[in-house]
């Protein structure tokens, strides 16, 4: 088992894999940037070494930094968690050359996985459906016009490198294609490092249905069944579940035996997961392989028991499986709600800013991952997830409420978050019936005006704010004193004597 | 003691008075107790005729946040409140014609090019915060005036990217 690792990412996620880590008793290295010295993964870290200025390119992209710190603190392995560099095939290969495990997939099928196109060649021909699409990169708009029209508009374009929404644009006219393309070649550019894109038919109204995978070095692999992910904005998920309520057992069966096939046709090892689009008639489509510890994993460790960063931890260090296919089950129902820092009644843009206030939500079957305090920074530079909040309840119905009351009793003060937005999808009767498609947020939210506010409650936070102005216009010496006083064991053990009886 | 409050641009006028064992909270007509105690520094635990309020309250500068049952208020001192009351009435047309970042990024691209027509929505520059592209599209027809930026720039919030002139 490995002794050390060095964590490549910030946020909720290292803050969730340095858990796993002193769970299994494993020393943690945490990396930074200069942005980011007083977050959250520093400081639960058992070492932390800076690795850059603010800009990800020049830190936690940096590979060659990364690795030279990871061998200067004796890390024997690297966990990438999402993001960054997690499906670099490139650093993958760069850690296996210089004896460092990486905490994911080999880099040969990293590689292949992470080029879309020659992956979906590999699926077609073993049998696997796929999205009718590009098969090839193209040259110039030309070509990017032919292909096109071969397919049929309305036409997705993606990313080859990437995933989580940067870089895809869906077009329905011709006219918009030029335009589209240099944007998501943009976005591909900054997101990662590389600005290919395809093209593929745009499937409307489709659910988005994943399935979680894992595989050893030995030739064993698992699914640890689905997770619907249909609730997104920008072609990116905040809402995610499990079971889906689209799936019978006896589909959940075949989607879950066709994961397997893609992770072995693909040479894949430790966890990974397979996206499929399900369309109204229960077809199902092989989209790619998300070759990474997801930011939705949450939901399928509470319905399966599996702690996935352990098992991930597991597979790197060269273990078996522990775990048979038949032995798996999935036990009630969880649900993923992501906290961004985005403004939802503005275009959901990004919100950077001191968080003032944080108070976490607690009770039986919550979850909280999280990667912010009260007083702390968020910057500019990242990814605006702040945290997720996860339940587990005994069914869907059970779950849409507990999740409801959670955002209730969620505050964060000082910066735009979506749990406003949250809560009214949660709430929205369509969610509630399980219908859910990746148009969702647009054909329900589009027009969304914020929560309705209680005239009484507007009242008590005036009661409030008054109260609060009168005890800070106190004289500032005054308060500290009555501070003091308030905080002193004098003050509050009453009568006492020494040795009194 | 008298408050002039604003809460999403409503001036809201009360009072809060202490008195033997509580408050005594009024608006307008409307008039009660209330008991009041501070739990921690961000949190107060109000009672009215028994029913419990939990309520987060936060300062920064002028502004005072606070959440309570899932709600969140945004309180604003009378003074700056005001203050911001008149600004925004007459800059209002002012305003439309200087075009603003809506949140602190990255300039990637300026898509116009000074003394060129606009369309209304037509981008005219590309902000990037948080790894998203977000386009900074035109509010009317006219013509670019002035341009403030260049590309790469990292720009705060509501700094000024571009003026608008008006179609003659």
């Known amino acids: 088992m490995l002794r050390k690792i060095l964590i490549a990412n910030r946020g909720e996620i290292t803050v969730r894999i340095i858990k796993a880590c002193q769970e299994m008793g494993i020393s943690t290295v945490a990396v930074y940037s200069e942005a980011d010295r007083d977050s959250l993964h520093v400081q639960l870290a058992d070492e932390a070494v800076c690795v850059g200025p603010a800009p990800a390119i020049e ?196 989607m879950g035996e066709t994961a397997k096939k893609v992770i072995e046709v693909s040479g894949y090892n430790n966890a990974g997961t397979v996206e499929f689009l399900l369309d109204k008639n229960k077809k199902f489509y092989f989209l790619e392989v998300n070759a990474r510890l997801q930011v939705e994993h949450p939901v399928t460790e509470l319905t399966t028991g599996v702690d996935l960063v352990h098992q991930q931890i597991s597979i790197a260090s060269g273990e078996k499986l522990s775990l048979e296919q038949e032995a798996l089950h999935q036990k009630g129902h969880s649900i993923e709600c992501r906290i961004y820092a985005e403004d939802p009644l503005n275009n959901f843009l990004p919100s950077s800013g001191k968080v003032l206030f944080l108070k976490e939500p607690k009770g039986p079957g919550i979850r909280h991952d999280c990667g912010i305090y009260s007083g702390c920074d968020v910057p500019i530079y990242y990814d605006p997830i702040l945290a997720k909040l996860i339940v587990w309840a005994e069914n869907r119905e059970l779950a849409c409420q507990r999740m409801v009351n959670a955002l209730n009793d969620y505050v964060i003060l000082g910066i735009k978050t979506t749990i406003d937005f949250l809560k009214d999808v949660i709430s929205h009767s369509q969610f509630k019936a399980g219908k859910t498609t990746t148009g969702f947020i647009k054909t329900y939210f589009g027009e969304w005006e914020g929560k309705q506010k209680s005239e009484k409650n507007l009242e008590i936070a005036l009661i409030a704010a008054a109260f609060d102005s009168l005890s800070s216009t106190r004289p500032r010496k005054g308060e500290e004193a009555l501070q003091k006083e308030m905080f002193s064991p004098w003050q509050s053990l009453g009568k006492w004597r020494i040795g009194g009886k | 003691m008298d408050f002039e409050f604003s809460i999403d641009n409503k001036l809201h006028k009360i009072s809060l008075e202490k008195k033997e064992g509580g408050f005594i909270f009024s608006e307008g007509k409307k008039t009660y107790e209330v008991n009041i105690h501070p739990i921690s520094p961000n949190v107060i635990s109000i009672l009215v005729e028994g029913r419990s309020y939990q309520v987060y309250c936060v300062r920064d500068k002028e502004k005072r946040y606070l959440s309570l049952e899932g709600e969140e208020f945004v309180v604003q001192e009378p003074e700056a409140s005001q203050e911001g009351f008149e600004k925004d009435e007459e800059k209002s047309q002012e305003d439309e014609l200087i075009v603003k970042a809506p949140m602190p990024g990255k300039v990637i691209k300026v898509n116009v090019s000074k003394n060129e027509k606009v369309r209304k929505n037509q981008t005219l520059a590309i902000v990037e915060a948080m790894k998203m592209e977000n386009e900074i599209k035109s509010t009317i027809e006219g013509y670019v005036k002035n341009i403030f930026i260049s590309p790469g720039e990292l720009v705060d919030s509501e700094k000024p990217l571009l003026e608008l002139g008006l179609k003659e």
Do not use: W
């Not at chain 1, 095939?89 to 099928?109: H, L, R, T, V």
């Open chain 1, 59 to 254: 830190s936690y992209l940096n590979m060659e930094k990364i690795i030279q710190v990871a061998h200067q603190m004796k890390a024997e392995g690297i966990h990438p968690g999402y993001g960054f560099l997690a499906e670099n095939s490139d650093f993958a290969k760069k850690c296996e050359q210089e004896n460092i495990i990486f905490i994911g997939p080999n880099s040969k099928a990293l590689k292949l996985v992470g080029d879309k196109v020659r992956s979906r060649q590999t699926m077609e021909k073993a049998g696997i459906p796929i999205i009718p699409g590009m098969k090839s990169i193209a040259k110039d708009i030309l070509e990017f016009k032919k292909e096109a029209q071969r397919i049929g508009y309305p036409v997705m374009i993606k990313a080859s490198a990437g995933g989580g929404g940067k870089g895809m644009r869906v077009v329905y006219e011709e006219k918009d294609l030029k335009s589209s393309l240099e944007a998501g070649m943009r976005e591909a550019q900054s997101a990662f490092g590389d600005e290919s894109v395809y093209l593929e038919k745009y499937i409307e109204e489709p659910r988005h249905v994943e399935f979680q995978a894992l595989a050893d070095n030995h030739g064993n692999i698992v699914h640890l069944f689905e997770r619907e992910c249909s609730i997104q904005r920008r072609h990116q998920k905040i809402v995610e579940e499990t079971p889906s309520p689209a799936l019978n057992p006896a589909l959940r069966a075949k």
